[in-house]
């Protein structure tokens, strides 16, 4: 098992366990310990939940995107998702916490739903296992 597949799977549990918070809520997590995705994984890295998750979104991202193994998972997610990553101008490189956010504040083309817990959970235990399996994170998909 990968390094990457273990924090997916740990995210799992922890998604289980805490439940995420509702689309379009602006933060990382909330008072009552949901948490979204990216959250999920930067707790199971970590083992925290920073104050900033609950109140101020802009460190909270920082403090995710800084982080090597957070975003790696977040990187696997986002390749297993449909659809592509936005591509942010400002930075040159592709917004993966955007495009996991947008996964789930939108309706799923394949579910035609909003994605829910049991959904989220199945999309990381994908993500873990092609972390194990495949070697480079795939290009992304052009959409159907």
């Known amino acids: 098992m990968s390094e990457t597949g273990l924090i997916l799977r740990t995210t799992q549990q922890i998604v289980n366990y805490f439940g995420l918070v509702a689309p379009g809520h602006g933060h990382f997590a909330d008072a009552q310990g949901r948490l ?22 802009d460190t909270a991202r920082l403090l995710i995107e800084t982080n090597t ?36 504040d939108d309706t799923d083309p394949f579910l035609r739903r909003r994605p829910n817990t049991s959904d989220v959970i199945g999309v990381l235990g994908r993500a873990a296992q092609a972390a194990d399996t495949i070697t480079d994170i795939p290009a992304q998909r052009a959409a159907a």
């Open 36 to 57: 979204d995705i990216t959250g999920a994984v930067f707790r199971a890295v970590t083992g925290t939940t920073p104050n900033a998750f609950l109140d101020d979104p």
């Open 69 to 104: 193994p957070v975003m790696t998972a977040i990187r696997w997610i986002s390749a297993v998702l449909p659809g592509q990553p936005p591509h942010d101008d400002d930075t040159g490189i592709d917004d993966h916490i955007e495009h996991l956010a947008a996964w789930l």
